[in-house]
């Protein structure tokens, strides 16, 4: 499960946060939510979890549906949650701010002989020297908690000076101060002495804590120098200059009133511990934090400072959100402030997980890996007291120290420690404290005269501390520094909490959004929030009003209202022409048959319910319902012959082997005829087949019986092999008579009704099937002699392949007991990596609870038509016509279907962990005009943000190839959205990606027209001029933005119930736009190409490039869908480049791609998530993306621990990109690596090096070869 609910996890259209889909298909396993998680709940929960609508729209994709005010508005004013900043200059204070850059060294104090600290000229500041090693803190990567202590006390040495300055940090690498600093004649820089402790609680600059005596201080050396003064008039110092000097100022001043910061670069501000009962209004939140020891809720501010643009004008805005969060508490503050053990042994149990006897080694695997997991949630304090010698009492008493005092300095504390790999032992946990053969050292014992001998860590803290443990049968935990500790000595410490996911938390926060934080109501929270952390919360007298009085700034008081588009909603139609009834962004599948169904030609059936009579009924409900909605389906099948079902479900191997059976079922029932279903009816199980060269695959009919073991005849169409048989030396095609006429009739053309008992030919005059009485089986001959098959007993098929080659089964339907994310992902694993085939997840209980399971089978017949969806049938619900003026009449979406036009998404997964961490990149390319089919492709390689030059060329390559595969040409042009990305990458986005993004079209475009040649003597294959022109386009879905109605009536209202009553919620339409005054400004992109350096026969200019963005550029915010409970959250589309707003392909019917057609198109687009009947949240080629990557990343480990994947170094990248490289302790860059599949990579090169373009999905990628083109659908 997402730790963030708040925003919506990702992609999902309006309305709720949690979701729990009762339409079958939950979306990806989770990744254990590895990729760029935020672990906050935010107050804007329109995209609820995992991609989905969440609870607003009936717990599916999309959002809910909503009751407007009145008819659908194309413009109306909405309020948001930025927040006006104006310079007010005071009197005699120079109007401006001083820079300083910050270096902090890791320090030793300097001693002479005697070892004696030794002192500057001042006698009180220390003298230091550097560490030998990791001496600087690198601080261009951000912030920490240590950094942050570490300046707030060179703050209190700058405010105790003269003059009262206030230094303004957030522990990065720059500082700010209204007044220089740095004395006059003292040089450009200056440097402090600073003494902290390392160990301290996480967040808080100033720790008042229990053990901080037993904690020891660590020395640091602060360089402050002067860069230059930074003034407010952006126009002449630089906005982004300007911007990031007030967001540093605005975070320190919050860090500074005592709001608390987790973590590195910390933009979340946690109000007081004291101040969470004031600020927590939720009755289910207050509880939790009066009533639970182990944690507590903890609510906060998201902030920023953004520089936006309107025309010529430019303003700043603090951007402001609410957030809720869990923390682990250090103490129980029910049982006078003890600290809480990480073993109970009241319940025997550790970090909550049950152990059978805590006076035994844990052998349970699955108990260790939980208590494993459990660990690496958690910060770790060490606690423990050891008896003092009497020569050490004596000793201490001597002194004057009190026994308290000397017990006090028998007390051994670390706090906030991390569970860590043993690099020597290459583990993090030894599951017995006193077990020789697991873990012993060699240890001197001073006391015995320096004797060494080997002990394990139980008889070390008794010979060392006279400890004797409690429970040495009991684990023992790396922290890091060759320490290991026995897990009975270890404590929590106060941190935020990780995974805080249990139904108890969901339903709390969700409680709170939705009677105090929903619609309209949000902004009017989030500005009362933000108001009680300026004006009220302070310390030394200072609040963070105050502060930024200091520094001439003031914020307004009142959020900003702006001007929203309405975009037009475009028509969707099903089979017949019938249209769907569209509102806000939602719709249904009652009574239509879909536009262009796909067939089930067979499936397996498994069961992990133990229920088979269950599962049989879910199946014989959705084959009838599924077949109502126009897909072909196989009828009167004897479920029980497919169905394999069991009730052990909980490992790995155990899914395994029941969906083998199922498959071995659905192989022997529909391929190899074993219940004689199509034998007896003289008919042929039809399905596809990979062509010999698997570069392509066609329909055939199966003959039967097998020829031999593993393999099978086919019949093929005439079109591709006329012959089916071979006679002796004669080649033959095997043709049907039937009584009505003296026609022989295709294999293909003659089919057998099983509901009606019937057989039916095709008769191409009136393009229809009618009824017919079976005869025989013939061979035809080349010159048209028939011979009875009966007549010919030892013909042999002339066709044979493997049963491996034959598309059976098409689709597994896989019936889970619950929802559990677990299971849910193996099976996903198993089917999609294992045996390369699509699978179809039904929840049983979700069934069996329906009021309407004909709709529940509606919504899982969708996801199966988009899954079976390929080159040759083209499979799709519906069609989608523009919602435009423009573009009424014709199919397709707006813009995209003017020309052959192509729209990747790219977005990528990255693992958690310092250690051996990885990306997965998936990718997902429309194959038509109506952005519904999809090829897709995944990646694995060492984990990155930017995508490296020739990986994005490989999938691009890949991309271009299948869209050349279904439609017969390459694109003309392209539309990619990127998710995934930081905005300070943009610049690098423009120098890596589109011109990997080139680099693969030309390579695309050499294989298909051969020798491509470059542009001119410069270009190496792969420059603007060579490729399609393209539109690049980064989706910031985790953006601070929020958007309500100024006037509700003009909104979308829904009636929620809450404790105290019924209320109307209101948001805005789907398709509501905003794309001025509040849009972020980019300033050093070059965002559109000249037109004066354009030279070139295949691209000419438009007339008016670019039109239509008023200056303004192209970014926009689009909330497509639809929302219900809570607040909508729109997405920030960002234009890194668009070529197509300028350069016009040299063909007729192409226009400008002006920001007013982008948003219309990237709008409707939403509406074509293929599997959902809702509007979803972002463009689907980035969400199905996401999804593949996801899934991927949930396997990874997995196949890399079987030994399905090797590995093969990537190649060097650009000297300009090193610095952004992983690097290891002594600062050497890490290792890169590609990933792949052992058994489906290609042949490596004269270097040994693997392919780029390898995959990890059998069966699923490559040009043309795929049974189904879309498979995280």
Not at 783 to 788: K, R
Not at 835 to 846: A, D, L, R, S, W
Not at 1112 to 1119: K, Q
Request: hydrophobic content about 30%; some cysteine; charged content about 25%.
């Amino acid at each position: 499960m997402s730790d963030r609910y708040g925003g919506g996890d990702r992609y999902g259209g309006g309305g709720g946060g949690y979701r729990r889909d009762n339409n079958s298909d939950r979306g990806p396993p989770e990744r254990n939510d590895r990729s760029r998680s935020r672990d906050h709940y935010e107050s804007g929960r329109g995209g609820g979890r995992g991609y989905s609508g969440g609870r607003g729209g009936g717990r599916g994709y999309g959002g809910g549906r909503g009751r407007g005010g009145g008819p659908r508005p194309t413009s109306m004013m909405v309020k948001t949650n930025y927040y006006k900043m104006d310079f007010c200059q005071r009197m005699g204070v120079e109007y401006c701010w001083h820079h300083y850059t910050v270096e902090i060294k890791n320090a030793i104090r300097k001693k002479d002989e005697n070892r004696k600290p030794l002192f500057e000229d001042d006698g009180t500041t220390p003298k230091l020297d550097e560490r030998p090693r990791n001496a600087t803190f690198d601080l261009d990567k951000g912030s920490t908690p240590l950094s942050i202590r570490i300046i707030a006390k060179v703050s209190k040495q700058v405010r105790e000076e003269p003059g009262g300055n206030i230094l303004m940090y957030d522990g990065s690498a720059a500082a700010y101060c209204v007044r220089d600093i740095i004395p006059q004649g003292a040089g450009t820089s200056r440097t402090f002495s600073v003494k902290t402790k390392r160990d301290c609680e996480d967040g808080d600059p100033y720790p008042e804590h229990e053990d901080a005596d037993r904690m020891t201080g660590s020395w640091f050396q602060v360089k402050l120098e002067r860069v230059g003064k930074v003034y407010p008039d952006a126009a002449t110092t630089g906005q982004e200059a300007v911007r990031q000097a007030m967001d540093i100022i605005l975070r320190s001043a919050m860090i500074k009133v005592g709001m608390q910061v987790f973590g590195k670069s910390p933009k979340v501000f946690y109000f007081p511990t004291e101040q969470q009962p004031r600020v927590i209004q939720s009755n289910k939140l207050a509880r939790m934090l009066s009533n639970e020891k182990n944690y507590m809720p903890i609510l906060g501010l998201m902030q920023a400072v953004k520089f936006c643009r309107e025309g010529n004008n430019f303003s700043f805005y603090l951007t402001s959100n609410t957030a809720i969060d869990f923390a682990n508490r250090e103490y129980d503050h029910q049982r006078k402030n003890m600290s809480i053990p990480l073993l109970n042994s009241g319940d025997r149990s550790i970090c909550g997980v049950r152990v059978r006897d805590l006076n035994r080694p844990i052998e349970d695997l699955r108990t260790q890996k939980d208590i494993e997991n459990e660990l690496e949630k958690l910060k770790i304090k060490v606690w423990y007291q050891y008896p003092p010698t009497p020569e050490f009492v004596t000793k201490h008493k001597e002194k004057g120290k009190t026994e308290k005092e000397i017990n006090r300095f028998c007390v051994v504390v670390k706090t906030n420690k991390l569970l860590r790999e043993d690099t020597v032992k290459h583990c993090k946990i030894i599951w017995s404290a006193c077990d020789p053969n697991l873990h012993s050292f060699e240890f001197e014992d001073r006391k015995n005269g320096g004797e060494k001998k080997m002990v394990t860590v139980a008889e070390y803290f008794w010979i060392r501390y006279r400890i004797k443990l409690k429970y040495p049968h009991m684990p023992l935990v790396f922290l890091g520094n060759k320490e290991w500790f026995p897990i009975e000595f270890l404590f929590q410490s106060f941190s935020k909490m990780r995974d805080a996911n249990s139904k108890d938390q969901v339903s709390a926060v969700l409680e709170f959004y939705n009677e105090f934080s929903a619609g309209s109501e949000s902004i009017q929270n989030v500005t009362t929030l933000t108001q009680k952390a300026m004006t009220e919360l302070g310390q030394s007298g200072l609040t963070v009003e105050n502060i930024l009085q200091m520094y001439n700034l003031r914020v307004s008081r009142e959020p900003v209202e702006v001007e929203a588009r309405v975009l037009p909603e475009p028509t969707l139609k099903f089979a017949g022409g019938r249209a769907a009834g569209v509102k806000n962004g939602s719709w249904n599948l009652a009574r239509v048959e879909f536009s262009k169904p796909a067939d089930i030609n067979s499936l397996a059936v498994v069961d992990l319910t133990g229920r088979a009579e269950t599962t049989e009924r879910f199946m014989k409900n959705f084959l009838r319902v599924a077949s109502s909605h126009g897909m072909k389906v196989p009828s009167n099948l004897d479920l029980s012959r497919l169905i394999a079902s069991s009730r052990e479900n909980s490992r790995i191997k155990d899914i395994e082997e029941v969906i083998t059976r199922a498959i071995q079922n659905a192989v022997a029932v529909f391929l190899h005829d074993s219940t004689g279903r199509y034998t007896n009816n003289n008919v042929w199980f039809q399905t596809k087949v990979q062509n010999p060269d698997k570069k392509a695959f066609s329909s055939c009919l199966v003959m039967t019986p097998p020829t031999e073991a593993g393999l099978v005849g086919v019949i093929l169409e005439q079109s591709v092999s006329p012959p089916t048989h071979k006679v002796g030396n004669e080649l033959v095609r095997i043709m049907v008579k039937v009584k009505e006429t003296d026609t022989f009739i295709d294999p293909f053309e003659f089919r057998y009704d099983f509901e009606r008992r019937i057989h039916e030919a095709y008769n191409p005059e009136s393009k229809s099937w009618q009824k017919v009485t079976f005869e025989k089986k013939v061979y035809l001959s080349q010159d048209g002699n028939p011979i009875d098959v009966r007549d010919a007993p030892n013909a042999q098929p002339f066709h044979v392949v493997s049963d491996a080659d034959v598309n059976c089964p098409s689709i597994i339907f896989i019936v889970l007991p619950d929802d559990t994310t677990e299971r849910y992902g193996l099976a996903k694993l198993i089917c999609h990596f294992d045996h390369g085939i699509p699978c179809q997840m039904i929840v049983g209980n979700n069934f069996t609870s329906q009021r309407s399971p004909d709709q529940y089978c509606s919504n899982v017949a969708i996801k199966a038509n988009a899954k079976l969806s390929n080159v040759g049938n083209k499979a799709k619900a519906w069609t989608t016509s523009p919602g435009d003026l423009r573009g009424v009449g014709r199919e397709g979406i707006t813009w995209v279907n003017e020309i052959n036009t192509m729209v990747l998404g790219i977005s990528m997964s990255n693992s958690i962990g310092a250690h051996d961490s990885y990306s997965v990149i998936g990718v997902s390319a429309t194959l038509d005009e109506s952005c519904m089919n999809f090829a897709q492709s995944v990646y694995a390689c060492t984990r990155t943000e930017i995508i490296d030059n020739d990986t994005l060329a490989g999938l691009t390559k890949t991309m271009m190839l299948q869209y050349y595969e279904y439609n017969g040409t390459l694109p003309l042009r392209l539309l990619v959205y990127r998710d995934g990305v930081s905005e300070g990458s943009f610049t690098r986005l423009q120098a890596l990606e589109i011109q990997g993004i080139r680099k693969g079209c030309h390579e695309a475009k050499d294989e298909v027209v051969g020798s491509a040649k470059p542009c001119s003597d410069s270009c190496m294959g792969g420059c603007l001029l060579c490729c399609p022109p393209i539109t690049f386009v980064a989706c910031l879905t985790r953006n601070n933005v929020k958007i309500v109605p100024s006037n509700g009536q003009e909104g979308v209202s829904r009636r929620v119930r809450t404790n105290r009553g019924q209320k109307e919620v209101y948001n805005v339409h789907s398709g509501t736009c905003v794309d001025s005054c509040i849009i972020d400004s980019i300033s050093n992109l070059e965002v559109t190409p000249d037109c004066s350096r354009i030279k070139k026969e295949n691209y000419v200019c438009y007339s008016e490039p670019g039109g239509g963005t008023g200056g303004g550029g192209y970014d926009f915010l689009l909330t497509s869908h639809g929302a219900g409970l809570g607040t909508s959250k729109p997405v920030h589309y960002r234009i890194i480049l668009n070529e197509n707003a300028v350069l016009q392909p040299a063909v007729g019917g192409a226009t400008p791609l002006t920001r007013k057609a982008l948003e219309q198109a990237t709008y409707e687009m939403s509406f074509q998530y293929s599997t959902a009947t809702k509007a979803v949240r972002i463009v689907p080629a980035v969400y199905y993306s996401d999804r593949l990557a996801n899934m991927a990343m949930a396997s990874f480990n997995y196949l890399r621990r079987n030994g399905h994947v090797e590995e093969a170094d990537l190649a060097p990248v650009m000297s300009s990109e090193e610095v952004h490289l992983p690097r290891d302790r002594d600062g050497n860059i890490k290792p890169r690596f590609v990933y792949a599949r052992r058994d489906l990579s290609g042949k490596k090169d004269k270097d040994g090096k693997l392919p780029l373009t390898t995959n990890l999905l059998p069966n699923f990628t490559g040009a043309g070869s795929a049974f189904s083109t879309h498979i995280s659908a």
